[in-house]
């Protein structure tokens, strides 16, 4: 029997806007010393109210264009719970089943051959705080939080399981990182962690519709 690799990818790109996607902070943390671009809404602090940023749903609507989406007449946010250190609120603002945009695609060559691949949806959420581990040379380790770069406006494009090999899916992220820069909504540099992208891969029967588990 033959098989075949399934892969959809969900890219993770950070916005070219000036500041953060709730709050007034400074979106260029990078060069800021640690904890130093900051508020109580970064901080997660008691009786603090989210305000949108503008810029950041102009930039979703603009990728949900160029990838031929339908933009969303209506949306909301919605509270995604995680119990991780680097969520300073304990949850993370993002979007579930009302996305900026969705149902679009985009095309990749690959061998001489022209595909299109699904976008599922793309939609607005925050980046979380950065952990950093560091390693005693005797005893244990510990971990510092830098939460700098935690609600940094952070677009999420979730890709159809629509891959069918490496070469296929590194072409997509090609594409899409030029899309992005192109159209000015992402520096997309992705030694800074401006592009990331998780990687859903499984493996099923040759030309048979059910996915298997994915990795």
């Known amino acids: 029997m033959e098989y075949e690799v399934v892969v959809g990818l969900e ?3 950070q916005l070219l806007t000036k500041s953060k996607m709730f709050c007034g902070c400074s979106s260029e943390y990078q060069d800021g010393e640690p904890n130093s671009v900051v508020c109580p809404v970064c901080m997660g602090m008691p009786g603090v109210l989210p305000v949108i940023n503008k810029k950041a749903v102009e930039h979703t609507i603009r990728t949900g ?8 007449r209506n949306t909301k946010f919605d509270r995604k719970n995680y119990p ?5 609120k304990g949850y993370q603002i993002s979007q579930f089943d009302m996305p900026v945009a969705s ?4 095309e990749i060559q690959v061998d001489g051959q022209t595909r299109s691949i699904g976008v599922t949806r793309v939609h607005l959420e925050e980046d979380a705080a950065k952990l950093l581990h560091r390693t005693e040379d005797y005893g244990e380790g510990y971990s510092l939080l830098d939460i700098n770069r935690a609600g940094v406006p952070l677009m999420e494009i979730v890709g159809e399981p629509d891959l069918r090999s490496a070469d296929e899916a590194r072409e997509y992220l090609v594409q899409l990182h030029t899309i ?4 000015g909504t992402s520096v997309a540099n992705m030694e800074e962690g401006n592009f990331r992208c998780d990687a859903n ?3 099923r029967p040759k030309d048979d519709e059910e996915l298997g588990t994915k990795v």
Do not use: E, R
């Open 11 to 13: 890219v993770h790109a």
């Open 65 to 72: 264009l160029a990838l031929g989406c339908t933009i969303a």
């Open 84 to 88: 991780y250190p680097d969520l300073m």
């Open 103 to 106: 149902d679009g695609c985009l």
């Open 180 to 183: 992005l820069q192109f159209i």
């Open 201 to 203: 891969v499984s493996i």
